[in-house]
């Protein structure tokens, strides 16, 4: 059964949104995620374990995760809904 035409282009289209997500989110903590990953599959849970205290204290202080922290707070001590962040990878 050959794909129809529309169904190209939707997964397509689909795919694109995800990589523009991707890219406007939080990338510091993308890349560290996948370091750990790789790290986790090369020497295990100890390997990934040595990394966490130097990768979570670098992105904790990125001003990515400050400034996302800091509106995520304001909004949820007015009960309002955590506002989209402009991720600039720093």
């Not at 599959?41 to 979570?56: H, Y």
Request: charged fraction near 25%; hydrophobic fraction near 40%.
């Amino acid at each position: 059964m050959r794909p129809r035409a529309n169904a190209t282009i939707d997964l397509r289209q689909a795919g694109q949104g995800w990589v523009e997500k991707l890219a406007k989110g939080a990338t510091l903590a993308h890349a560290d995620h996948k370091t750990l990953l790789r790290a986790w599959s090369n020497g295990g849970i100890t390997a990934a374990d040595e990394l966490m205290p130097a990768m979570l204290g670098k992105t904790l202080m990125s001003d990515d995760c400050q400034g996302s922290l800091l509106g995520a707070i304001e909004a949820a001590k007015h009960g309002q809904p955590r506002p989209e962040y402009k991720f600039q990878g720093k």
